[in-house]
């Protein structure tokens, strides 16, 4: 008898079936392919007799099945490619950044070179599938791209993707609104904002107009208007395509745009958990010692709740602090008018180009209250110790806290 360890991952799934010579078509294993063989990556190279060989790992299949083949056998360009850029890469660490020529009548590699090959292609193996992941879970058309040439950190272990708020039991973060504008063409005198006592938060070209510290009042899902709404922004999603990346400053992962950004557009929100403060400055004290945190209180109104995105949460989830940043914090209700449970949208404060990080201030107002991955911990006398921050910006205040 066998059996399969539970949450085992498709890999493991696929390589426990042919490792059994058994077929299940729920995973794609069929008798047609039960015995194909596809290069999943090369772990290894040596040179006999003037033959050059690579040792093989076989894609769904155990690697107790890696075997030597010779160069001319290797139907697999970017894995060569991948193989090869890796090898260099490592060589040029060990020689601390130098450019290092490679010999060609190298006959075997160290053990070493080797290791951090087979590391480095289960890293970039592991990196697309969360790729995937989070492409598949998010619930917006721009793609999310994820990049690491700094270390060969893989994806978070305990990061579940969400794409809106998830309650804490006994929250309720839809207050059953069931009425919405009349408006054919908002704005209108009657439309959701004006309803609130507020302006319309964007001008013609959607983009924001209001300055910060005002809230946003879109139109909800029992407004007349429909989803070409001028007032329907924040509720989209984001409209950029945007990477997670490893930084190379030791501030763990951050987040660039990929496109052009215009000045005072709308980039994502920020979600989690909504927890009640209390069960924050419990976590608080449990993420303190584990040297992390991702809160952030929801003070709009009051300070009964707070979004915790420590395990569950979006792109923002990643986004580093910047004493000089280019996001911008503001509150927004759209189908929830309960004043203490805004949303919370990020936009942009100045154009910011393909390729730039983005970055918000942790200590504005109703932002998180510690960094992400070089948050403090707390000293032996308990007095919490104070974050340095490595933003690099010009007007950096020096600690984060």
């Given at each position: 008898?066998?059996?399969?360890?539970?949450?085992?991952?498709?890999?493991?799934?696929?390589?426990?079936?042919?490792?059994?010579?058994?077929?299940?078509?729920?995973?794609?294993?069929?008798?047609?392919?039960?015995?194909?063989?596809?290069?999943?990556?090369?772990?290894?190279?040596?040179?006999?007799?003037?033959?050059?060989?690579?040792?093989?790992?076989?894609?769904?299949?155990?690697?107790?099945?890696?075997?030597?083949?010779?160069?001319?056998?290797?139907?697999?360009?970017?894995?060569?490619?991948?193989?090869?850029?890796?090898?260099?890469?490592?060589?040029?660490?060990?020689?601390?950044?130098?450019?290092?020529?490679?010999?060609?009548?190298?006959?075997?590699?160290?053990?070493?070179?080797?290791?951090?090959?087979?590391?480095?292609?289960?890293?970039?193996?592991?990196?697309?599938?969360?790729?995937?992941?989070?492409?598949?879970?998010?619930?917006?058309?721009?793609?999310?791209?994820?990049?690491?040439?700094?270390?060969?950190?893989?994806p978070p272990l305990d990061?579940?993707?969400?794409?809106?708020?998830?309650?804490?039991?006994?929250?309720?973060?839809?207050?059953?609104?069931?009425?919405?504008?009349?408006?054919?063409?908002?704005?209108?005198?009657?439309?959701?904002?004006?309803?609130?006592?507020?302006?319309?938060?964007?001008?013609?070209?959607?983009?924001?107009?209001?300055?910060?510290?005002?809230?946003?009042?879109?139109?909800?899902?029992?407004?007349?208007?429909?989803?070409?709404?001028?007032?329907?922004?924040?509720?989209?999603?984001?409209?950029?395509?945007?990477?997670?990346?490893?930084?190379?400053?030791?501030?763990?992962?951050?987040?660039?745009?990929?496109?052009?950004?215009k000045t005072n557009s709308?980039?994502?929100?920020?979600?989690?958990?909504?927890?009640?403060?209390?069960?924050?400055?419990?976590?608080?004290?449990?993420?303190?010692?584990?040297?992390?945190?991702?809160?952030?209180?929801?003070?709009?109104?009051?300070?009964?709740?707070?979004?915790?995105?420590?395990?569950?949460?979006?792109?923002?989830?990643?986004?580093?602090?910047?004493?000089?940043?280019?996001?911008?914090?503001?509150?927004?209700?759209?189908?929830?008018?309960?004043?203490?449970?805004?949303?919370?949208?990020?936009?942009?404060?100045?154009?910011?180009?393909?390729?730039?990080?983005?970055?918000?201030?942790?200590?504005?107002?109703?932002?998180?209250?510690?960094?992400?991955?070089?948050?403090?911990?707390?000293?032996?006398?308990?007095?919490?110790?104070?974050?340095?921050?490595?933003?690099?910006?010009?007007?950096?205040?020096?600690?984060?806290?």
């Open positions: 008898a066998w059996y399969v360890p539970c949450l085992a991952s498709l890999e493991t799934l696929e390589e426990l079936c042919r490792k059994e010579n058994l077929t299940c078509k729920s995973i794609g294993i069929t008798n047609r392919n039960l015995k194909s063989y596809e290069v999943e990556y090369l772990c290894d190279y040596k040179v006999e007799e003037g033959t050059e060989y690579y040792l093989v790992k076989w894609k769904g299949w155990p690697e107790s099945s890696n075997t030597w083949e010779p160069l001319k056998n290797l139907k697999c360009p970017l894995v060569l490619q991948n193989f090869l850029s890796d090898k260099n890469e490592y060589l040029s660490r060990v020689r601390e950044g130098k450019a290092l020529k490679v010999r060609n009548h190298v006959k075997a590699l160290k053990p070493a070179v080797a290791d951090y090959i087979v590391k480095k292609a289960k890293q970039r193996i592991a990196l697309q599938r969360w790729k995937e992941e989070l492409n598949r879970k998010k619930n917006h058309k721009a793609m999310i791209l994820v990049e690491n040439t700094v270390d060969l950190e893989g990061f579940y993707y969400i794409n809106e708020y998830k309650p804490a039991p006994g929250i309720n973060v839809i207050n059953g609104i069931t009425t919405g504008c009349e408006c054919t063409d908002c704005p209108a005198e009657k439309c959701c904002p004006k309803e609130a006592g507020f302006i319309l938060a964007y001008n013609k070209q959607k983009k924001l107009k209001i300055q910060p510290g005002l809230p946003i009042y879109e139109c909800n899902s029992f407004c007349r208007c429909g989803p070409d709404c001028p007032n329907r922004i924040v509720q989209k999603g984001t409209p950029y395509s945007l990477c997670i990346f490893r930084t190379n400053n030791g501030r763990g992962w951050g987040v660039k745009t990929l496109q052009k950004i709308f980039v994502m929100e920020y979600v989690g958990e909504v927890i009640t403060s209390e069960e924050a400055e419990r976590r608080g004290q449990l993420y303190d010692s584990q040297g992390n945190t991702y809160l952030f209180d929801l003070d709009y109104d009051s300070d009964e709740f707070t979004v915790d995105a420590a395990r569950y949460g979006n792109v923002s989830h990643f986004v580093n602090h910047s004493c000089d940043p280019n996001l911008q914090v503001f509150n927004v209700f759209i189908d929830n008018l309960d004043l203490r449970l805004p949303r919370i949208a990020l936009f942009s404060t100045r154009t910011i180009k393909a390729g730039e990080e983005l970055t918000f201030d942790y200590q504005m107002k109703g932002s998180i209250d510690l960094t992400s991955d070089s948050a403090d911990g707390l000293s032996p006398s308990g007095k919490r110790i104070r974050t340095v921050c490595k933003c690099g910006a010009v007007c950096c205040r020096g600690y984060l806290n």
